[in-house]
């Protein structure tokens, strides 16, 4: 059974700093291309940052220099790293783990950037 797992969502400060990690089980992890997305009220799921099985990562403008996304095959375990957060921020972040046509999900972490 696969399962992707996220935590470390909460409540931070505009500024501040969080760490998601998205822990996975069921799945040959390190063959498999690792991504962060969101979806916050009312708008589209969208890309956040991937990281490739290879390392090679990608980043939506929005969090440019501000985020970053990092995996540990050892762990199975994929990060993001969210600094210098904007209220825009705020989100479900969602761990999404690809490998051709398989596709799988986690159930989402809320992060609420507010002061």
């Known amino acids: 059974q696969v399962q992707l797992v996220e935590s470390g969502g909460g409540l931070v400060q505009p500024g501040g700093s969080l760490r998601l990690s998205c822990a996975a089980s069921?799945?040959?992890?390190?063959?498999?291309?690792m991504g962060w997305y969101r979806q916050a009220p009312g708008k589209q799921r969208e890309l956040v940052a991937r990281?490739?099985?290879?390392?090679?990562?990608d980043y939506a403008d929005s969090v440019k220099g501000r985020f970053t996304i990092s995996r540990d095959n050892a762990k199975n375990t994929v990060y993001l790293q969210m600094n210098s957060v904007k209220p825009e921020d705020t989100a479900v972040y969602y761990c999404?783990?690809?490998?051709?046509?398989?596709?799988?999900w986690g159930q989402g972490t809320q992060v609420t950037v507010s002061s």
């Open positions: 990281i490739g099985s290879g390392g090679s990562t």
């Open positions: 069921g799945i040959v992890f390190s063959i498999y291309a």
């Open positions: 999404n783990g690809i490998n051709g046509r398989r596709d799988y």
